[in-house]
């Protein structure tokens, strides 16, 4: 059955990032940080970036969850490595109007792939929950300790 | 022995049940999320249709036709749960929302008969439900929540039960079955060692009603709690039961109509057992849609089903074994409930690939997080059977699971 | 003028609810008990059955299609409230029970809030549901209890009102629409008295979500109670509307499932509004009744319902008047409920008789002895009206009371 | 509709006692006391008994409530007069019989006539009320304060 849908939303590139995610694992140093969790399901990621002079210089993350989050966010931190705040926020706000609403996917790049998962309703928030995380964090202006510390 | 094996091979109820016999993505429905909840046979929702549509009335007060067939049939529902548990008397079955409002009952009204340093024993395998409404009576009443721990397969560590008994203990709650990982408690043992150190107990019935006969006496458990929904009856119904004596002695949980003698504005005094703890209009609807779901349950051979149900679990386990997958829990003296992470596959994922299969199934923590903690995983697969299931859904499940691999290994 | 006249006349409901259409003891059943229970259309009953028999499954947790579809029935029933209310957030509006349920619930929860010596302010019009939970948590805290008296007509005695209001007012709970009888109390005006001395409030909406549109913004109250048996849903379910950043204060009531975040042993942190006060499997299949009896509200010209009823309550107490009763209670700014006592007949004498004529009507003390001390009386017959009630249900009442004066008089 | 069921309960014996109920009032003196209430129907009923040597002397009640309750006392009052408490005992166990299962009406005598309530099942308990508060008089041992004290 409904073979199609299935690999619409498991499509190669997620499945990959899932099995190797990138910037996988926590920053030694780090200025922002973010919490994801959806205690219904279990998805649960944490996210550490270093920002200087307005830009992410760098990105890591930890956690689990289903191929669909650990994806998201793995693509997620390859997407902002090097972005402006202001041009994160921008491409988290494109990203969420896309997914949940009817919006545009043009200059989302290679996160148009998540558009199989608009098919299933219930796994939409395991989609956004890493651009959530990521929002919570920009908002964070205050340093966080490092965890050297 | 052969016509037995025959019984059991051909015991089919699916007939019974109209959601099963729906369509689901286009392949029959594999309904295996019964801890959820149960489907409801027909006769069920035809005798809350019937009452809904030709003699929807109130009960206790009306002296008119239709709030009299109310109560009666209200009082008969209740009647036929004394009969279905083997309670002494009428008077200690109290209507409930569900298992949840009838542990939260006791934890309110038993829980102020209670003093500092009190313990209350729980077990490690419990569902939120039966954990959480302790601890808030811990800090309510600065009573101490104690934890009985398991053994790595899924089964209650009797000598350290054992230990954390003494007479400072006043309440020991446990379930009867695990809703995650189908273990079967012991519950007589477990009751009788409470009772030598003057604990009273409470048994989560939740998952045990639609696996097993219970027979409150037999047990000589002091509360028996369980819900509707998961016993074939309506949502928005349960039951506790209660000694008698206990009962009388607990003040009420809600207040309101129905469950009062008379009111003034300086005091109130309250009515008889059953009506005390049952305030407002009761799920009237509902109690007879559960009344219904017992006359059904009568019919039911809970020997043949429970030889039933341990072949299709059998069956599965046996399955799943063959896969790359790792079971969770207890392998013998449970329910046919089986809990499993695949590996390198999330919970979640092997859900939705099921679901479009048209197999229902549980993934998540089934509201025991520390019991998956205590597993170090942060959810699983649960599928959990009925004996309306069959081979045919056992095979669906194991076929659905080689489908994740194929997609997602 | 005309035309309005004759949609007046001629609203007929009566096809839209199946029971309205039995027969009782051989005549065309004439319900009166509209106050106590209502009955429900067709639409709701069908939106029930079929998901009980096509879609049955749970909700919130699972992957699988039956319990999304249930998810989002249960969502979609809770937009519907927010909408139907005009709260300002789906986060207030609470499922519970009953009417009961949601004022235990704010007197549990707000009341773990509030310090000895507190004063709480109700009315001598309140159903129990409406004063014992109040006593109780007097008794548990030691808030003290005042009681707002009524005129002799069956109105607040708002001077009275006003000068028991004072700083030490934590909370004031007054019924919108009394069961008993009738009366409609100034909502707006007392919610603004009482804010004026930094009270929160509470109205208790049983009677007033089948009688007028309710908007709670507009009352500016700060809870708003109702079950949904009252208002064309099933038993089982009733809503609490909280305003938003007093439920985010308040603690939780029951606990269990579904209403944590996460759960170890050592404690636990609570879901976010409004999950937090729903503990446990919702009462899925009424909440979906409650949301197609709010639409089937939806369809309702509330202006147009209260004068139909005005006209019903006008002519049934101009020929009450005539035979030899008491009428109790307010005879103007009052729903379409009449309570009435008949000189030398018992009101459960008068029940039975009305009962052997099919016409159902409650008899006893309405859950308001109180009330009914203050005006002296032991019971009244109350026939309370719905819009699908007629003139011919007027008659058939006078009627049947001009039989019982035949009999017993 | 239903008329003779209706006749049937509403015997002219019953309405008449409860027009003119014998034995109403409280007694000056009593040794035993029983209390009758119906919450849910408000039938309120107090006994007073004067017993001496065994036997039931006088006898006396208060209250209000329906038809059939307050006939139903006001018959108890007559019947019971001049019994002795054994007699009365086995007299009200035969008249609940009577009314609540199916037991024989003989040695009745006029309590015959609540016969039509069992067509009434919710009015039974009417019936029955103040035979519960005579049981509940005639256990109390004790002297009860006079009405006079
Ligand atoms: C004014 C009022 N308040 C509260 C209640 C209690 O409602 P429920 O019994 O549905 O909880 C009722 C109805 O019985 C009522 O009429
Ligand atoms: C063992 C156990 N206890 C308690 C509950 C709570 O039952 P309910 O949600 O019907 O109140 C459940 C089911 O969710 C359960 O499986």
């Known amino acids: 059955m409904d073979n199609a849908r299935l690999k619409n939303m498991y499509q190669e590139m997620i499945l990959e990032h899932n099995k190797s995610p990138r910037n996988f694992g926590p920053l030694d140093c780090h200025t922002h940080y973010g919490h994801g969790k959806n205690p219904l399901c279990g998805d649960d990621y944490e996210f550490f970036l270093d920002i200087k002079d307005d830009v992410i210089e760098s990105i890591g993350f930890t956690g689990d969850g289903c191929a669909i989050s650990k994806s998201s966010a793995s693509m997620l931190t390859t997407m902002v490595k090097g972005k402006q705040i202001g041009e994160s926020r921008k491409l988290s706000e494109t990203f969420l109007d896309f997914i949940l609403n009817e919006g545009s996917n043009e200059s989302l790049g290679k996160l148009k792939i998540f558009e199989g998962v608009k098919q299933f309703p219930v796994r939409v928030k395991c989609a956004t929950l890493s651009w959530r995380a990521l929002e919570q964090a920009l908002l964070n202006t205050k340093h966080i300790a490092s965890t050297e510390a | ?409």
Not at chain 2, 167 to 174: I, N, W
Not at chain 2, 278 to 301: H, Q, R, S, W
Not at chain 2, 319 to 343: C, Q
Request: charged share 25%.
């Open chain 2, 1 to 409: 022995m052969f016509v037995k094996e025959k019984s059991v091979t051909t015991l089919n109820k699916k007939m019974d049940f109209p959601v099963l016999n729906t369509t689901m993505r286009g392949n029959r429905l594999v309904y295996l999320d019964n801890a959820a909840t149960t489907q409801k046979p027909t006769s069920v929702l035809e005798a809350m249709n019937h009452f809904l549509t030709k003699e929807n009335g109130t009960v206790n007060r009306g002296v008119y036709y239709l709030s009299q067939e109310a109560t009666k049939k209200c009082d008969d529902s209740r009647k036929s749960l004394k009969t279905f548990l083997n309670a002494k008397s009428e008077k200690e079955i109290i209507f409930v929302k569900g298992t949840t409002e009838a542990i939260n009952l006791v934890a309110y009204s038993y829980g102020e008969l209670m003093k500092p340093g009190d313990e209350i024993l729980i077990t490690e395998l419990e569902h939120h439900a039966n954990i959480v409404p302790w601890q808030q009576l811990c800090l309510r009443r600065g009573c101490i929540l104690k934890v009985a721990p398991i053994t790595d397969d899924g089964h209650l560590d009797i000598n350290a039960y054992k230990k954390l008994l003494s007479e400072k203990t006043k309440l020991v709650s446990f379930c009867h079955i695990s809703n995650s990982i189908g273990t079967i408690n012991p519950a007589r043992e477990l009751v009788k060692l409470a009772k030598e150190v003057g604990a009273k107990v409470l048994i989560d019935g939740a998952q045990a009603v639609s696996h097993l006969k219970v027979d409150v006496q037999d047990l000589d458990c002091d509360f028996y709690a369980f819900s509707g929904h998961k016993c074939f009856g309506p949502t928005g119904v349960g039951v506790l039961y209660g000694r008698e004596d206990l009962l009388e002695k607990m003040p009420p949980f809600m207040t309101g109509g129905d469950m009062i003698e008379t009111v003034s504005f300086q005091s109130s005094s309250f009515a008889e057992l059953p009506r005390k703890f049952e305030a407002g209009t009761p799920a009237i609807v509902e109690i007879i849609g559960l009344g219904e779901a017992v006359k059904y349950m009568n019919t039911l051979d809970y020997k043949e089903i429970q030889n039933y149900e341990q072949k299709l679990l059998e069956a599965a386990q046996e399955k799943l074994n063959e896969l790359d997958i790792t079971l969770i829990g207890p392998t013998h003296t449970k329910a046919a409930i089986v809990s499993f992470v695949m590996n390198a596959v999330h919970a979640h994922d092997v859900g939705t690939v099921l679901d479009m299969e048209g197999v229902a199934v549980r993934v998540g923590h089934h509201c025991t997080q520390p019991l998956m903690k205590r597993y170090n995983v942060s959810s699983t697969i649960r599928a959990s059977f009925c004996f309306y299931n069959d081979m045919e859904d056992v095979d669906a499940l194991i076929n659905g699971l080689k489908k994740v691999k194929e997609f997602l290994g």
